[in-house]
């Protein structure tokens, strides 16, 4: 058997808020994060390194599965490298939107107005590449496993769009597929895989984005959700009870 120590505890620093205070910060975030919008028409103005930075240290505050930060963030302002990932990614969309997606998907996009051509990878002034890991190395060259490294970097992105937008810089999450090219060109490690690509500045001054709703909380929230009395109930293995 594995006996291990407790761990060490510090006492948590928690504000406790009156209520009043909770709904109008509640309200005040609410009204911040839904001016937030996906934006691919950048100025190509500079914008604070710093700011951006700030954003990244707060998106490695995000949870993760056993603690193991399993995350890398690259950050590139290199026109060159701007360049190179504009033409592998451009190749790779246009093989995607010309050969391998689906009717359906094409129908699904093209609201959005999106095509292969991806001028917002040189314009932008900052591109963040956010990379899984997979795995851990130790210094001595081992293996250490990571745990739910999808939903550990999917909350840390979370985390930095908002920061991000929270500082007043538009960003895009950008999936160019397949995306081992970022890989490649940024010359990461082979425990590492590129999540998403996210072009980060200000939006043009004529920047126009589709005219989209967001579903009203009543479509998207259902509480204490349970079968109704008298319907057939089904078991925790998916079959319905006897
Ligand atoms: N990655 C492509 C296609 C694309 C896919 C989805 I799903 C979108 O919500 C938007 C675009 C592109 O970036 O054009």
């Given amino acids: 058997m ?55 240290q707060a998106a490695g505050t995000a949870p993760s599965g056993a603690h193991m930060q399993p995350w890398t963030f690259a950050l590139i302002t290199d026109p060159d490298l701007k360049r190179q990932i504009r033409e592998a990614a451009e190749a790779e969309e246009r093989a995607t939107y010309e050969h391998r997606m ?88 082979e425990n590492e895989k590129p999540f998403i690509l996210l072009p980060v500045g200000y939006p043009s001054a004529d920047c126009e984005v589709p005219a989209l709703a967001r579903k009203p909380l009543a479509e998207i929230l259902i509480e204490n959700p349970r079968p109704a009395s008298g319907s057939t109930a089904v078991t925790p293995s998916g079959r319905a009870g006897e």
């Fill in 102 to 189: 689906s009717d359906e998907w094409r129908a699904a996009l093209a609201p959005l107005g999106t095509d292969w051509h991806k001028p917002f990878l040189e314009l932008a002034p900052v591109l963040i590449v956010l990379f899984r890991q997979d795995f851990g190395v130790r210094p001595d060259g081992t293996r250490r496993k990571h745990y739910y490294v999808q939903e550990s970097c999917g909350i840390a992105l979370g985390f930095l769009i908002a920061a991000l937008h929270h500082a007043g810089l538009a960003t895009l999450t950008h999936t160019p597929s397949p995306m081992a090219f970022l890989a490649r060109i940024l010359a990461r490690p």
């Fill in 2 to 56: 594995l006996v291990s120590a407790p761990p060490a505890t510090v006492r948590l620093a928690a504000d406790r808020l009156d209520e009043a205070t909770m709904r109008a910060r509640a309200a005040d975030f609410l009204t911040t994060i839904d001016r937030r919008r996906s934006v691919r028409s950048f100025s190509p103005e500079p914008v604070p390194l710093d700011v951006i930075r700030t954003a990244i």
